[in-house]
Each structure stands twice: as structure tokens, then as C-alpha cells.
């Protein structure tokens, strides 16, 4: 087991911009990596305590049962509401994000004790939820708004409309740029994007390096 414990980076980035690639390629260089915004769909369908506090805010109509008896969320109809309603999202963010958080602390001491030198921890809201708090550094990727919609549309996310939409609910990409000690610009090639994430890890990894030492 590692003396030191991991260096503990955030990586946030508005819809479109690509942080999930830049996580993607940090773990298979790798870093450890908590997925937040996977982690909370998880427990949308698994914790207890979240399907409560979502049927109470959203009605039961928005869960259902599959061809296979499963537990589903008709993830549409949260997002049409949360979206058109600061209210909303933020009464959702107040159910899942402490269960999020506790799911983070065990991955970063699963992390620690399999010796990870980098914990990224991927999220997509990591200033609105507090989780910049758990982070030493943060990595912000950031792209031109006419590609973050194109990606979005080709991703299937929803109308041009729709994604214009769910921007505007996020923080603007300026603000998270001000915050970073680290932007990656993904304007252009996915090869590019890679060779620029390779360089960000060999400085984290001598930051990593000295705030052990430091330790």
C-alpha cells in the first residue's frame, strides 16, 4: 500500500465540451478515476432514499418497470422539467449529491489503498454541488459553442434548442475557465485533444510527486 495519499483532481467542463474523453484518456494513463454523473444515474435506479425523494419531487410517473421487471427512469421527462427549472434542479442536486459524495469517499480510500498516485474526479457540476472542495486541483475543458452543440445534437442529447437550453442552466464556460488552474481547449482533433491531456498528466504527475513529499 502507498504511503501518500492521491492527488485528488477535478475535471468539470459544460455539456459538449468534452471532459468525458479528457477522463477517459487520464484513466488509461492511469489515474483512478470516480465518474459523478454516472455514479448519480446509478443511484437514481439503486438507492432508496434517491427513487423516494425523486418520485416525491417528479411524481411516481416517472419510473416505470422494464420488459424485464428492472427499475427505470424516464431520464426525458427529469431532464424537461429540471431544465426549465432552477427550482427543480436544485431541489434534485440537494437529493443525489450527498449520496454521491459518500460514494467518492470510498472510491478515493479504495484508490489510496491500491496505490493510485491521481484520483480524477469527473463532474460536470463540480463548483454547484461543492465538490471543487474535495479537489487540490482542477482541470476545466472548454470548446467554442458551435462544437459543444454539434457534439451534443450528435450525441443525440436533444434539439439544438434543447442543448442551448441546458447550457444556459449551467454555469457559463467563462466562469469555469477563471476557476481552473488547468483548460484544455478542445477545438480540435480527438489526436490532439489526446496529446494535450498526455501533457496535463506528466505535470500532474510531478505535482502529485511533490504534494507527497510534502505530506
Not at 492527488?7 to 483512478?32: F, H, I, P, Q
Not at 478515476?33 to 417528479?58: C, H, N, P
Not at 421527462?77 to 459524495?101: D, G, M, Q, T, W
Not at 458551435?146 to 436533444?158: P, Q
Request: hydrophobic letters at 40%.
Amino acid at each position: 500500500m502507498s504511503s501518500h495519499k492521491p492527488l485528488v483532481v477535478g475535471v468539470t467542463g459544460g455539456l459538449g465540451c468534452g471532459k468525458s474523453t479528457v477522463c477517459t484518456y487520464l484513466s488509461e494513463l492511469g489515474c483512478a478515476l470516480f465518474e459523478s454523473d454516472r455514479v448519480a444515474k446509478e443511484l437514481q435506479l439503486s438507492d432508496t432514499a434517491v427513487i423516494e425523494g425523486m418520485r416525491e419531487l417528479f411524481g411516481d410517473a416517472v419510473y416505470r418497470h422494464d420488459a424485464g421487471g428492472a427499475l427505470a427512469l424516464d431520464r426525458k421527462a427529469v431532464a424537461s422539467v429540471v431544465f426549465s427549472s432552477p427550482e427543480k434542479l436544485e431541489a434534485l442536486n440537494r437529493i443525489i449529491h450527498p449520496r454521491v459524495y459518500r460514494e467518492f469517499r470510498k472510491a478515493l480510500f479504495e484508490a489510496e489503498e491500491q496505490g493510485a498516485r491521481i484520483m480524477v474526479k469527473e463532474a460536470a457540476i463540480l463548483f454547484e454541488s461543492g465538490g471543487n472542495r474535495d479537489v487540490q486541483v482542477v482541470v476545466v475543458v472548454a470548446s467554442d459553442m458551435d462544437r459543444r452543440i454539434l457534439r451534443a445534437v450528435e450525441k443525440g442529447m436533444g434539439t439544438r434548442e434543447e442543448i442551448m437550453q441546458r447550457i444556459a442552466m449551467q454555469w457559463p464556460q467563462e466562469k469555469l475557465t477563471e476557476k481552473a488552474d488547468y483548460v484544455l481547449w478542445n477545438n480540435g482533433s480527438r489526436e490532439e485533444l489526446k496529446k494535450e491531456t498526455e501533457q496535463l498528466f506528466r505535470k500532474l504527475l510531478t505535482l502529485a510527486a511533490s504534494v507527497g513529499n510534502r505530506r
